[in-house]
């Protein structure tokens, strides 16, 4: 089987040298060290030097030609005892210099992005918002995907060089080929190409699209080389509840964020409202996640590892169902196998589309059922009675773990 993907496929791979990564709203240059070093920065106009006191670690080019929206070139010269890179900017414009130390195989390195304006991210921002109101007019659900990792983060490197970066960017376009087939469904990616997103920024974009489902792919390695399969992550009841207190605390960052959620003055009415967003969230993400995972164990024939409870940045989406899906394990020789394999990724995308269908079908059963909407002193109970069904049926149904109720909750009755 050929790997037919961006990226070496032969020994353990290790970032080295100076390498860039074009993305929407800035360039990356990482810069591989052979140990620690503080980097120092100047700019001279559109010049920005930034020096180091060690050596760059492997093989490099002295000149980068990059002539992307920001960065004609970059240079790379030995100076004063270290290095220097010599970042030709296009136009005058910000930029920010951090240090990520070793890790997981990965050498020291220094990174310089150099980043758009903001108001190229104001209007980014604002096409979004747009896409997705005109998509929500076509299609009736709207589902954002994110491929994890990218560019300077490759994610988990697994046998044969098998970069994660690859492998879900890979699956994730073919699964949003499949669902955008139906008519009812479109799909947007948080990155369509090969460059690194914060972890909030793709929170973001799944709420600028109005996203009915949000979906982090993930292909990572196991501490034991037997474990094989997929799993899925919703997020735990801690995450939630450090989500909601950061909210509270940055109630501007969170209008701005959560578009699609009302807001008040009142930080009582707020954290009820935010709380209810947090558990359809966590409940309808763990519905979501275990269709999904049904449908690749029974399509692709891959072990079902189940849902897991976890506190996770991507994963904190108040109002949107969020899963983080685990597709395969890079230390595992049948898993690689199966993703070198065009034909198998196909495959897996196939059955995560129709996982996705499935949890529609599911949400439409659902909106044709009546609801009612749960009052101060109400109890499962007393709803149950009032409707002539069961305790555990409304728990069924509405995918309780527990029969605590709040004030405005939705609840559907079969």
């Given at each position: 089987?050929?790997l ?15 390498s ?18 503080k980097a120092?920065v ?19 080019r ?23 890179l ?16 070793k890790?997981?195989g ?68 073919r699964?949003?080929r ?30 600028d ?13 196991a ?26 605390e ?28 947090h ?58 196998g ?16 129709k996982?996705?269908?499935a ?56």
């Amino acid at each position: 089987m050929v790997l037919a993907l961006s990226g070496p496929s032969g020994a353990r791979f290790t970032y080295q040298g100076v390498s860039f990564w074009s993305a929407p709203d800035h360039t990356r240059v990482v810069m591989a060290l052979v140990g620690p070093a503080k980097a120092k920065v100047k700019r001279k106009g559109k010049l920005l030097v930034v020096h180091v006191r060690s050596r760059i670690k492997g093989p490099y080019r002295r000149i980068l030609k990059v002539n992307d929206d920001l960065i004609s070139l970059i240079r790379v010269e030995r100076a004063r005892g270290g290095v220097s890179l010599f970042i030709h900017m296009k136009k005058k414009t910000s930029f920010r210099v951090f240090t990520i130390k070793k890790h997981k195989g990965l050498p020291f390195r220094v990174v310089v992005d150099v980043l758009k304006p903001p108001s190229y991210l104001a209007r980014q921002k604002k096409r979004r918002l747009e896409v997705g109101e005109s998509a929500r007019r076509r299609h009736k659900y709207i589902v954002v995907l994110d491929p994890g990792h990218g560019g300077s983060d490759p994610g988990a490197i697994g046998l044969y060089g098998i970069r994660e970066k690859d492998i879900v960017l890979d699956i994730s376009r073919r699964i949003a080929r499949y669902c955008n087939s139906y008519n009812n469904i479109q799909v947007f990616l948080t990155r369509k190409g090969d460059y690194y997103i914060p972890l909030q920024k793709r929170v973001e974009i799944a709420h600028d699209y109005g996203a009915d489902l949000f979906i982090s792919v993930h292909s990572n390695k196991a501490p034991d080389r037997r474990i094989d399969g997929v799993m899925a992550f919703v997020l735990s009841k801690r995450g939630a509840r450090s989500s909601l207190v950061r909210m509270l605390e940055d109630i501007e960052n969170t209008e701005d964020i959560v578009k699609d959620i009302k807001l008040s003055r009142s930080r009582t009415t707020n954290r009820v409202v935010l709380d209810v967003a947090h558990q359809f969230s966590i409940t309808e993400g763990e519905r979501a996640g275990k269709l999904i995972l049904a449908y690749l164990s029974y399509m692709a024939g891959m072990k079902n590892r189940g849902i897991r409870k976890a506190s996770l940045k991507v994963l904190k989406n108040p109002g949107i169902p969020s899963v983080l899906l685990e597709i395969g394990f890079l230390s595992n020789k049948r898993d690689v196998g199966r993703l070198k394999s065009r034909t198998y990724r196909d495959r897996i995308a196939y059955s995560v589309c129709k996982g996705i269908v499935a949890y529609f079908n599911y949400r439409d059963r659902i909106k044709r059922m009546r609801y009612y909407m749960v009052k101060k002193g109400d109890t499962l109970w007393k709803i149950a009675r009032m409707h002539n069904t069961t305790v555990d049926k409304l728990m069924a149904v509405n995918n309780l773990r527990s029969s605590r109720l709040y004030p405005g909750m939705k609840l559907f009755v079969p």
